[in-house]
Nanobody
């Protein structure tokens, strides 16, 4: 059974940094696109960043471009989200997700495998 497990969330002051990890298990993800989404209270889940596992091609939401970096470690089957210059509006539950669509979709409905989420809170 495929499983994704996020870690690395926490409380940080505005301007600070965090790195989230998503460990994948259960199958080979070389043909997958892996994405990060976030959801703030009362808001819809929104796309943050994604990476094609095989090619390394990435895509970012405009709101995080230049501040966040998505990467993967093939040997560890792990995807990372490095977050710098964090803002209070980055607060939310961050989810890792996977899908077999190589064109890096940004809609959450295209992703069929999800982790349980990790909380990120940025204080002002």
């Amino acid at each position: 059974q495929v499983q994704l497990a996020e870690s690395g969330g926490g409380l940080v002051q505005a301007g600070g940094s965090l790195r989230l990890s998503c460990a994948a298990s259960g199958r080979a993800f070389s043909s997958y696109t892996m994405g990060w989404f976030r959801q703030a209270p009362g808001k819809e889940r929104e796309f943050v960043a994604a990476i094609n596992w095989n090619s390394g091609v990435t895509h970012y939401a405009d709101s995080v471009k230049g501040r966040f970096t998505i990467s993967r470690d093939n040997a560890k089957n792990t995807v990372y989200l490095g977050m710098n210059s964090l803002k209070p509006e980055d607060t939310g539950i961050y989810y890792c997700a996977g899908c077999k669509i190589l064109a890096i979709p940004t809609g959450p409905d295209h992703y069929d495998t999800w982790g349980q989420g990790t909380q990120v809170t940025v204080s002002s």
